[in-house]
């Protein structure tokens, strides 16, 4: 957790890689939501496999909706068990921000047929989505 304490006032660091760094979903969400809250510069977020559920994500996806100024346009949250529950705050948080994410990994995350709409959805209001990684569901 100090590690990423470190990174949310940065004015440097533009890429996050965390992917399978065995994040503890009670310890590292409040901080992850943080940085995504605080930095705004971080262009890259990279939480592949890390066992975040629906909740967490919605937790996380809240610190990127209050921030004003987010540059973030890569998303990587492949191999997280999140499912269409999940996926409906990753759609929310997304289209409330009228934001610019143009990569999306949502790869192995027990996506379902339910998640269609949800995918319709984002494809259909987010103009600037040039990849979306659906491997695996």
């Known amino acids: 957790t100090q590690w990423l304490t470190l990174i949310i006032g940065s004015t440097t660091i533009k890429r996050v890689h965390l992917a399978d760094c065995h994040l503890s979903p009670l310890q590292h969400t409040p901080v992850i939501a943080l940085l995504l ?3 705004h510069i971080l262009e890259l ?3 592949y496999n890390n066992q975040f559920s629906a909740k967490d994500i919605d937790i996380l996806l809240q610190g990127f909706i209050h921030n004003t100024d987010s540059h973030v346009h890569t ?3 492949g191999d997280n068990p999140f499912s269409t ?3 409906a705050h990753v759609v929310h948080a997304l289209l409330r921000k009228q934001n ?3 990569s999306l990994d949502l790869s192995a995350c027990q996506l379902d ?3 269609a709409k949800y ?3 984002l494809i259909e209001q987010n103009k600037h989505l040039t990849v979306l990684n659906l491997n695996s569901n």
């Open 113 to 115: 047929d339910e998640s």
């Open 119 to 121: 995918i319709a959805k």
């Open 37 to 39: 809250k605080h930095n």
């Open 45 to 47: 977020l990279d939480l």
């Open 75 to 77: 998303l990587l949250l």
């Open 85 to 87: 529950e999940g996926l």
């Open 100 to 102: 610019r994410i143009k």
